[in-house]
Nanobody, 124 residues
Framework: QEHLVESGGGLVQAGGPLRLTCAAS????????IGWFLRAPGKGGEFVAA????????HYTDSVKGRFTISRDNAKDTVYLQMNSLKPEDTAVYYC?????????????????WGQGTQVTVSS
């Protein structure tokens, strides 16, 4: 079973950067696809980005393309989400999750293990 811990959230002004980190403790983290999702007030969980097991295939939702970058370091059992040019509408709790597939997974229903989330607040 994977245990995930997100960090790096906080308060930032519009246009600024943040880097989120998802650290895992479990035997198989490096074998599987990892995704980032967000939950904004009044909304359900939304897909943000995902990366395959080896890190050579990624996928982003349209609203973050060109601004966010997902990457992973399997030696450290860690996945990152570099967030640049942040906008107030990016404000949400961000979660990382593990899907037990090697290829990129974008469907929330296919993710099995979830972290507790980290709050990102972007002020205008």
């Amino acid at each position: 079973q994977e245990h995930l811990v997100e960090s790096g959230g906080g308060l930032v002004q519009a246009g600024g950067p943040l880097r989120l980190t998802c650290a895992a403790s479990g035997p198989t983290f490096s074998l599987y696809s990892i995704g980032w999702f967000l939950r904004a007030p009044g909304k359900g969980g939304e897909f943000v980005a995902a990366i395959n097991w080896i890190g050579d295939s990624v996928h982003y939702t349209d609203s973050v393309k060109g601004r966010f970058t997902i990457s992973r370091d399997n030696a450290k059992d860690t996945v990152y989400l570099q967030m640049n040019s942040l906008k107030p509408e990016d404000t949400a709790v961000y979660y990382c999750a593990v899907a037990q597939f090697r290829f990129v997974v974008t469907s929330r229903n296919q993710y099995e293990y979830w972290g507790q989330g980290t709050q990102v607040t972007v002020s205008s």
